[in-house]
């Protein structure tokens, strides 16, 4: 229920009031709490609450109190659940007034808490508050995060440490600021979903545009130009720990001003192994073979955001030991690993992909990863040297795993070379995951499995899961993503048409083999209750329908 209108809008006049004779505290008190038990918590006064918490030490023993007035040496204290005799007695011998108490909701408590115990945004942290009701982690949404956090910066360093914050809180891999008319939109793309989280009045927009530019070393006098920067910070995680996060940032001129997103890139991978990532049975032995591999090319693919580099970090991390010798050029450095040379491009300076493969191969690498193919030359470096006695992990932007492979000739590389170097190609997609806190289970409907080419009576018709929405996943359903996958493996057949073959060719062979497609990753997660339908085809709306299964 929302506060109704009142005369009287900041806890002062409500203080002047009472003080002139014009308030009585029963009436004072009808101001701060809402038949209801809604407290206004604008009309508190602050000092109240400081003077009450210097005399009464908050501990376990004691009570949820809610200070709301002070007034001819009584303290009026809002409560969730009555006071027992000695816990009235108690706080009264500790403040020397005398009580009165007033029931008011829950849900009033802990926002005055949050609002009570979060600091000014001087540093990001991303530490957890508790809920004093319950004693667990506080499950507060981006939006309510934000709003409180926002609320207590007063400069604009403030307000963008805040909203990283809980940017990264919320795993967050994008904050988006939008100008119009209203102000400065801000919008988070949280598990591959783009999320409304506040609007900055119009006063506070270009000055958090301007901050965010200065920040990334950008010129702020021309706001005509696309620009593109890198912040470094330091954040606390919520074991109060410093760690490194990179911030790509980028401009764009749009009607209303200047459009600026901040990509988060904390510079830990959070993935300790492949299963986390979504390999399973077959898909993960082929593709635990290729990394094995003395020399080789593997191929990652998919769109941007779609966790190619995470599996890419994560199997470096698999295979850098002791024994090898592990380089990387990448743009940029993502997570930082251990026992590992990374390098980064940096075309200004002449250090691309092609230049920093071809410095590589003079460090007697074992092992080397190429954050992307992007041209010919790239091309070119890395099936040759995939050919000389090195594995290569590297990455393409294509639709599926078959579409690499005429991607890769058409950059120039001789198709018998590339016949002979390939491994293997792993198309990938991300989906969300099925909240296990609130996971129930799903009957699907007769077209749901027709779409898929399931009948009633198959197994994997069977044991599928829906999430119904609750505090730990927000209400959404989902918790976290995992990779849906499709491994093509290079056998004798596919080198033949990487060869001479076309892509029609190439697909029909793979329809023919049955071969671990995204059509059958996304079958096998679906009814093992991880991710659902809807999931599935928002994220792959073409290829699950069209490749063998």
């Known amino acids: 229920m929302a506060p109704a209108e009142h005369p009287i809008t900041g806890h002062t006049l409500v203080w002047q009031q009472l003080k002139s004779g014009h308030l009585t505290p029963i009436a004072a008190l009808a101001l701060l709490v809402e038949p209801d038990g809604t407290v206004n918590l604008p009309l508190l006064n602050p000092d109240v609450s400081r003077r009450f918490f210097q005399k009464v030490i908050p501990n376990p023993s004691l009570p949820t109190v809610l200070p709301l007035l002070l007034w001819r040496n009584c303290y009026y204290l809002g409560i969730c659940d009555p006071l027992t005799p000695e816990q009235v007695a108690f706080i009264s011998n500790r403040t020397r007034t005398g009580i009165e108490t007033v029931a008011i909701r829950p849900e009033s408590y802990r926002q005055w808490y949050r609002q009570r115990s979060a600091t000014t945004p001087n540093q990001i942290t991303i530490t957890a508050m508790v809920n004093p009701l319950t004693g667990e982690l506080?499950?507060?949404?981006?939006?309510?995060?934000?709003?409180?956090?926002?609320?207590?910066?007063?400069?604009?360093?403030?307000?963008?440490?805040?909203?990283?914050?809980?940017?990264?809180?919320?795993?967050?891999?994008?904050?988006?600021?939008?100008?119009?008319?209203?102000?400065?939109?801000?919008?988070?793309?949280?598990?591959?979903?783009?999320?409304?989280?506040?609007?900055?009045?119009?006063?506070?927009?270009r000055p958090t545009v301007v901050a965010t530019k200065v920040m990334a070393e950008m010129d702020i006098a021309d706001s005509r130009r696309p620009h593109d920067g890198r912040i470094g910070k330091k954040y606390l995680n919520d074991v109060g720990g410093a760690k490194n996060l990179d911030l790509r940032v980028s401009t764009l001129p749009c009607v209303g001003g200047e459009k600026v997103v901040i990509r988060l890139l904390p510079q830990e991978n959070p993935f300790t192994n492949l299963e986390d990532l979504g390999l399973h049975g077959s898909t993960l032995a082929t593709y635990t073979h290729w990394l094995h591999q003395p020399q080789g090319l593997v191929i990652l693919t998919g769109p941007t955001g779609s966790g190619k580099t995470s599996t890419l970090y994560t199997s470096l991390q698999l295979i850098a030991t002791p024994e090898v010798n592990v380089t990387t050029v990448e743009d940029p450095v993502e997570y930082v690993l251990p026992y590992i040379t990374q390098t980064q491009v940096h075309v200004r300076a002449g250090m691309t992909f092609a230049a920093g493969l071809r410095s590589i191969l003079r460090q007697d690498p074992d092992i080397i990863m190429v954050g992307e193919i992007r041209d010919g030359e790239t091309a070119e470096t890395v099936v040759r040297a995939a050919l000389t006695g090195h594995l290569v992990l590297t990455t393409m932007h294509t639709i599926d795993a078959a579409t690499a492979i005429p991607r890769l000739r058409d950059l120039g590389p001789d198709p018998g070379l590339i016949s002979d170097a390939l491994l293997g190609v792993v198309g990938q997609r991300l989906v969300r995951k099925i909240c296990p806190h609130c996971t129930a289970p799903y009957t699907p409907t007769p077209q749901e499995l027709a779409w898929l080419g399931l009948t009633p009576e198959h197994p994997l018709a069977h044991h599928w899961q829906r999430g119904k929405g609750c505090d730990q996943c927000l209400g959404t359903g989902y918790l976290g993503r995992l990779a849906v996958l499709e491994v093509l493996n290079a056998d004798d057949r596919i080198r033949q048409l990487v060869y001479g073959g076309t892509i029609g060719e190439l697909r029909r062979y793979l329809a023919d083999i049955d071969f671990d497609s995204f059509r059958k990753d996304g079958i096998r997660k679906i009814s093992q209750g991880l991710t659902t339908l809807s999931e599935i085809r928002r994220v792959l709306p073409y290829s699950i329908h069209q490749c063998g299964g």
């Open 138 to 205: 506080d499950r507060a949404d981006a939006a309510e995060d934000a709003e409180l956090y926002l609320g207590k910066a007063d400069n604009s360093i403030h307000r963008i440490n805040a909203m990283l914050g809980v940017a990264l809180k919320h795993r967050a891999s994008d904050i988006h600021l939008e100008p119009g008319g209203d102000g400065l939109r801000v919008r988070f793309r949280i598990d591959g979903i783009m999320r409304p989280i506040t609007t900055l009045p119009p006063a506070l927009s």
